[in-house]
């Protein structure tokens, strides 16, 4: 690694210097070019160079990622964290993979469930005021962060199972867990933030979808009808309801307005737990299981697309994308069962 | 709704559900009414000829209200029948309607009988079942759902508890469930399997058996490996109901390697067993599908992806069928007062036939036995002296039980899952020694009504009530097993011999006071005294003498006299239950009866009774 690299220069500007050394990480993705002389010119760099880290893969849309990737942001040290956020791995949430128990919050747990949803619908407003064109999503991002810990919590995406972000940004044919970067949001894109965050051991999670600048008819139409599956789903909502009703209502809106229910991403049981029971599908003729009792706490978070509803992942393993890039859009809320019907937390 | 619709809607529900079936080979056709399962061309063994996909089964895992169904704890055997109840109220909105449309509206069992019918069976092994069975629907019903439909009103309502959540309903579905019902594996324990309950039933020369991967993780349903046998200590498998965190403090580093190979349904939400094409891939890699499973995601299998692995139930051809045959699955080996109390029907002369008798009579043929020795001997005792001797000895021989006969109580009350077939789902609590074969290929064992059928004196509801008067309390006697012990009833097989445990018991009480004490101070010592016990009678005898003295033989030959009397008398005592109407009065009766039920009934009889005259002749 310390012998010059045959007829490289460090590209470096103003450097010139014999290239001795190739960005790893470039090299990983297979991306040649990047040579550098020094660690110094290297790390001076590492900021400055934009790229599409995924030449080789065959992009369904025209939405490419756009690298580096902005160092991990910092959480400060007296916020609480979840059990993953040194490791990754979210061992609560493994432990009670596959139980059929919902958990039902007493009266305690609901009020910091109210409490943590509060400052996560504060989290998105916040982000959306920042989308506009040309601000990247890696800057809305790094907004979302910053509200996220001046409220005392913790951004729940930031590292669960590696993630490398605080929130989810997915434009156009992204169906969810877009990881925010480089790329700018153009006038026509439609792009939906994801906010969690953390707060005394509860989590609160939701989303929304944007337009950016003027969005041609067919995706405001896409927007709203995600939206309304979304408010629908909640209207019929109640103790007795089954978890396994919801699809039907979404995926009869979503056909009639001629889109499509993914079907890979379900909604989740959420509290203590960023991901557990019940699994909320949205698609019709499912078989979740699991009966709305007062005291469950749980989103629905229905992604409708304008084409097919089969989705694929981008090679960082994250980003979900249609398989025919035609757009997706999406929203979500955290719910919780009362006596009478659905709560809206967030 | 015609029988044609019906099979037409059944076939279609099993096209939506991803149910397999060789189609150019079986079909289903409706014979008067009912379906069975029929060969269309020749097959051959071996084949698998019907796959139906775990996820897709009616279970209490699987149904809509899981959740409350674990919540409230429901114990097996209601928790399908409520399952079945709740799916069926729904009607077309239930994911099962296709299949719940097609099912019968009940089994005919014995519970459903008249009065009169059921009176045919006094005196049999099933008079005590049909009590406790009804006993049991009956305390279920009031005891555990009733409260249940109340405490759940916005999911059981009102206005449908007299069609859907009646005790009328809960038992005609229960007897739908106790002879449909599949024992699965040890998450979903038993359950509905569409398409499986079709085949009708023949014992021998059965065509297929229902095959399934039993050893599944109990928490969550992975076939393969996952996080919670990971994390479970060696030896206890079950250890997993723990569910709610109890492994929060194990390293992070071994959750790394755990692999994670099965995900979260899509659709059921607890674990499935598909496999991902990049569980191969390193541990730093993990990361990858892992997370977005745990998002609640499922990585939907394209046409165009590999097929995962499926996780079915399958049933596979025993043997070779001709075109047009009907093909049959078998229930297993079973006496009658299983097939009738548990599928409605039973056999002439079953060769899994017993009869039992219970401790009481065992107590009083041996106080009576041992009044008339003393009698002989001119020995003056109280009945209360005999009671406790014979107290004594006895408690002596359950206290050692499990030293002398090992093999048959290996299988008491805290056997569950160590079998193929049996595991979970028949936590019975009776033994499963001796000929009681459950041969679990379609045990569907409903655990609060079934495991009465199989004993007249069934721990459950049998000895337990009996007056034992001052003997003994059972509670003293506890063994070495986890569970309460229970009191057994004891066996005359088909062939007329009493069951092992029987004999040595009575030998204990009849051998003499001296060698007694032998055996208190060292059980070995019994323990070769049935050895040899085991031996004399293997031995051709020159002659069998009641008197005088033999060499090593002596020590049997007074023992045995008095075991074979109290024998001869039990069986007498026995015989007293049923009415007076011998075997030949039965049999001739047989011959004329119309009525279905009653010929049953008039079976079960006629073979105990046989049984009972076999004894009769080996021990005169």
Same mark, same amino acid.
Not at chain 1, 65 to 90: C, H, N
Not at chain 2, 156 to 162: C, L, N, R
Not at chain 2, 189 to 195: H, I, K, L, Q
Not at chain 2, 260 to 281: I, S
């Given at each position: ?22 960005? %790893?990480?470039? *090299? ?40 580096? *990737? ?8 007296? =916020? ?29 747990? =609901? ?6 949803? &509060? ?18 999503? $890696? ?9 996220? +810990? ?104 979503? &056909? ?36 709305? &009792?007062?005291?469950?706490? @749980? ?15 981008? %090679? ?5 994308? /249609? ?24 | ?24 080979l079986i079909e289903?056709k ?6 069975g399962v029929f060969a269309k061309s020749d097959i ?12 897709? +089964? ?65 005196? /049999? ?74 085949f009708n039933?023949q014992?021998?020369s059965e065509h297929v !058996? ?19 046998? @990971? ?86 051809m025993?043997r070779s069928a001709k075109k047009g045959e009907e093909l049959f699955?078998?229930?297993? $080996? ?8 548990? #599928? ?44 406790? #001797? ?5 408690? #002596? ?47 569907? !064992?409903? !655990? ?58 009575? !030998? ?14 060292? %059980? ?66 047989? &011959? ?10 008039? =079976? ?17």
């Amino acid at each position: 690694m310390s012998a010059e690299i045959a007829g490289q220069t460090c590209v470096s500007p103003d450097c010139g210097q014999p290239a001795k050394l190739q960005c %790893p990480t470039c *090299l990983k993705q297979g991306i040649s070019g990047s040579f550098f002389c020094s660690q110094d010119c290297f790390k001076k760099n590492w900021v400055m160079s934009p790229h599409d880290p995924f030449k080789n893969y065959r992009y369904t849309g025209a939405l490419r990622a756009r690298y580096p *990737l902005s160092p991990k942001r910092q959480v400060p040290e007296q =916020i609480k964290r979840p059990d993953y956020s040194e490791t990754g791995i979210p061992v609560s949430e493994q432990n009670v993979r596959g139980s059929s128990v919902i958990k039902c919050l007493n009266e305690e747990e =609901i009020a910091k469930m109210r409490k943590v949803c &509060k400052i996560a619908r504060e989290v998105l407003d916040i982000g959306a005021a920042a989308v506009r064109p040309g601000i990247s999503t $890696d800057e809305i991002d790094r907004i979302v962060h910053e509200a996220t +810990i001046e409220r005392g919590a913790y951004p729940s995406p930031l590292n669960y199972y590696n993630f490398p972000k605080s929130c989810c940004t997915s434009v156009n044919e992204v169906i969810c867990h877009g990881i925010p970067d480089q790329r700018l949001l153009k006038d026509g894109d439609i792009v939906n933030l994801d906010i969690t965050c953390y707060l005394d051991g509860f989590h609160g999670d939701l989303n929304e979808t944007y337009l950016v600048g003027n969005v041609d008819e067919k995706g405001r139409k896409l927007v709203n009808v995600a939206r309304e599956c979304l408010q629908k789903a909640i209207d019929m909502a109640k103790p007795g309801v089954r978890y396994r009703d919801f699809g039907k209502v979404i995926e009869e809106h979503a &056909k009639k307005n001629g889109f499509s229910v993914v079907r890979t991403f379900c909604g989740h049981g959420i509290q203590e737990l960023f991901h557990c029971a019940p699994n909320v599908p949205h698609y019709a003729n499912n078989k979740a299981i699991g009966v709305l &009792k007062p005291g469950h706490t @749980f989103t629905i978070e229905p992604m409708i697309c304008e084409g097919t509803w089969r989705d694929e992942l981008w %090679p960082d393993n994250w980003t979900a994308v /249609t398989h025919d890039g035609l757009r997706s859009a999406q929203f979500e809320h955290t719910l919780l069962v009362t006596e009478t019907g659905l709560e809206i937390l967030t | 709704m015609p029988a044609s619709d019906k099979l037409a809607t059944l076939v279609q529900w099993f096209e939506d559900n991803e149910v397999e079936w060789t189609k150019d080979l079986i079909e289903v056709k409706d014979t008067n009414g009912s379906l069975g399962v029929f060969a269309k061309s020749d097959i051959e063994e071996g084949l698998p000829v019907v796959k139906i996909p775990k996820v897709n +089964i009616l279970s209490s895992k699987t149904t809509g209200i899981a959740n409350v169904i674990e919540d409230e704890q429901l114990e097996g055997g209601c928790s399908l029948a409520l399952a079945v109840m709740y799916e069926s109220a729904q009607g077309e909105d239930s994911p099962w309607y296709g299949y719940i449309q097609a099912l019968p509206v009940m089994e005919d069992l014995p519970v459903f009988w008249s009065e009169e019918e059921q009176a045919v069976l006094n005196g /049999t092994e099933m008079e005590d079942a049909l009590e406790n069975d009804k006993k049991d629907l009956r305390e279920d019903y009031e005891e555990i759902l009733k409260p249940l439909f109340e405490k759940y009103r916005y999911i059981f309502p009102e206005d449908q508890q007299e069609k859907f959540y009646s005790y009328e309903t809960f038992c005609k579905i229960s007897t739908l469930v106790s002879s449909r019902a599949f024992e699965v594996d040890a998450y979903h324990e038993n359950a509905m399997v569409p398409f499986a309950d079709i085949f009708n039933h023949q014992s021998g020369s059965e065509h297929v !058996h229902f095959e399934t991967d039993f050893d599944v993780c109990d928490a969550c349903g992975a076939l393969e490996y996952c996080e919670h046998r @990971f994390f479970e200590s060696d030896d206890d498998l079950h250890g997993a109901e723990d569910e709610e965190g109890g492994w929060s403090d194990v390293d992070e580093e071994d959750i790394e390697e755990s692999g994670g190979e099965e995900d979260a349904d899509e659709e059921v939400g607890d674990g499935d067993e598909k496999e991902l094409d990049d569980d191969e891939e390193s541990d730093q890699e993990l990361q990858d599908l892992e997370a977005l499973e745990s998002k609640g995601i499922n990585i939907y299998e394209d046409e165009e992806d590999e097929q995962p692995p499926k996780d079915t139930c399958d049933l596979v051809m025993d043997r070779s069928a001709k075109k047009g045959e009907e093909l049959f699955n078998t229930y297993g $080996d079973h006496a009658n007062v299983v097939l009738l109390s548990k #599928y409605g029907f039973c056999q002439e002369d079953n060769d899994n036939d017993f009869v039992t008798v219970d401790e009481d009579m065992v107590v009083d043929a041996c106080v009576d036995q041992l009044a008339k020795i003393l009698k002989e001997k001119g020995i003056k005792a109280s009945q209360e002296d005999v009671i406790n #001797y014979v107290r004594m000895r006895w408690e #002596y021989f359950i206290m050692n039980e499990s030293v002398f006969l090992p093999d048959e109580h290996g299988d008491m009350e805290d056997d569950e899952g160590h079998d193929d077939h049996e595991g979970d789902g028949c936590g019975c609590g009776h033994s499963h020694g001796g000929d009681d074969e459950h041969g679990h290929e379609h045990a569907g !064992h409903d !655990h609060d009504h079934e495991h009465e059928h199989e004993h007249e004196h069934d721990p459950e509801g049998g000895c337990c009530d009996h007056e034992h008067g001052e003997e003994e309390d059972e509670e003293e006697e506890e063994e070495e097993e986890e569970d309460e012990y229970r009191p057994r009833p004891y066996r005359i097989e088909y062939s007329g011999t009493f069951e092992e445990a029987l004999k040595y018991l009575l !030998h204990i009480v009849f051998v003499d006071e001296q060698m007694f004490m032998k055996f208190v101070d060292n %059980p070995e010592m019994a323990l070769g005294y049935f050895a040899e016990l085991a031996d004399s009678e293997t031995k051709v005898k020159p002659r069998s003498s009641k008197k005088g003295k033999k060499k090593p033989v002596d020590i049997f030959v007074n023992v045995k006299r008095n075991v074979n009397h109290v024998l001869h008398q039990l069986v007498l005592a026995r015989q007293k239950a049923y009415d007076e109407a011998g075997i030949a009065g039965d049999q001739q009766a047989l &011959k004329t009866e119309t009525n279905q039920r009653k010929r049953f009934a008039l =079976i079960c009889r006629i073979s105990e009774k046989q049984i009972l005259e076999r004894a009769l002749k080996l021990h005169p």
